[in-house]
């Protein structure tokens, strides 16, 4: 049985939605919170015990290799003070797994991102985390890169997470089309890039979290730019799914699209209210605010 120990993490992209603050900035840098995006992607790779984890970066992105990397004088100033800890949750993580930067020196898609780390992943298989996708479990939740991650050991075929959209939004995503086999639980048949509502019947969108059995790779060279002149993973995918066969799972816990400016700010209240030294102040910030909206 093969165990997956190595994760890609796409964070190559422009951040156009997020212009101009991600002129400088990589989008995957935004805080929320206290803490930038990528670092609760990270987190749920860690989590489900990932051990390489991969980042695929483009031109401009080099504060996200610096934010894992060691700040010498930083941490020696903190270590007099006695305030370790503020940076406890970037060290815990530092030490937890092996944080490898590839550049992705042309951005032709989220295909060809992920066989950017081919030369790391090998001939093993692997999950891919979207880096401005936010999955938390506020109530026990499975971590859902975890979920993945025991599907695949358990069948050895490559399983993917999948969640309801409604008919405006299946345009935004890859759509699986899928057989239900047991409770959120589903044999992929095929899949779609980008529809229009009435061009498939499935409402199953894929929101960025996969597990792959390293067959994807030969696809991946393999694959042509098809939709925006792209490499789309999602087009490989449809390969693999005929060849070797995919899997679909559903999740609990909760999604946040935080490369998009609502699922952003959303991501920030409903994190905010988790945390112990703002839960109070911003709940009843909240509730006023709420009553002048009224």
Not at 33 to 43: G, Q, R, S, T
Not at 61 to 82: C, N, P, R, V
Not at 200 to 229: C, E, H, Q
């Amino acid at each position: 049985m093969q165990k997956v120990k190595k994760a890609i993490i796409p964070a190559a992209g422009l951040g156009t939605r997020f212009l101009p603050a991600t002129k400088t900035v990589p989008k995957e840098m935004l805080t929320i919170v206290d803490a930038p995006i990528i670092l609760y992607v990270v987190e749920e790779a860690v989590h489900a015990g990932i051990e390489d984890i991969i980042l695929i970066a483009g031109r401009g992105k080099h504060a996200i290799e610096d934010f894992f990397d060691t700040s010498y004088e930083l941490e020696d100033k903190l270590a007099k003070d006695g305030k370790e800890k503020l940076l406890e949750r970037v060290t815990r993580i530092r030490d937890s797994a092996n944080i490898i930067s590839i550049r992705q020196k042309q951005a032709m898609g989220l295909g060809h991102a992920v066989l950017c780390g081919l030369p790391i992943v090998g001939k093993d298989p692997f999950a891919v985390l979207l880096g401005d996708e936010i999955t938390m479990g506020f109530h026990g939740e499975a971590n859902v890169t975890s979920q993945l991650v025991s599907s695949f050991e358990e069948t050895a075929t490559s399983t993917i997470s999948v969640m309801k959209v409604e008919d405006k939004d299946v345009s935004k995503y890859g759509i699986a089309e899928v057989e239900e086999k047991s409770t959120g639980f589903f044999k992929v048949t095929s899949l779609v890039e980008k529809p229009k509502p009435h061009e498939t019947n499935s409402r199953w969108a894929l929101p960025g979290r996969y597990v792959f059995d390293n067959a994807i790779m030969d696809i991946l060279k393999n694959a042509k730019p098809t939709l925006n002149g792209e490499i789309q993973l999602t087009d490989s995918m449809k390969v693999l799914c005929a060849q070797h066969g995919l899997n679909a799972m559903t999740f609990s816990a909760q999604r946040y699209d935080a490369g998009d400016k609502l699922g952003y700010l959303q991501a920030n209240i409903e994190l905010a209210l988790q945390n112990p030294e703002l839960k109070q102040e911003l709940t009843s910030y909240l509730v006023k605010l709420a009553g002048r909206l009224q």
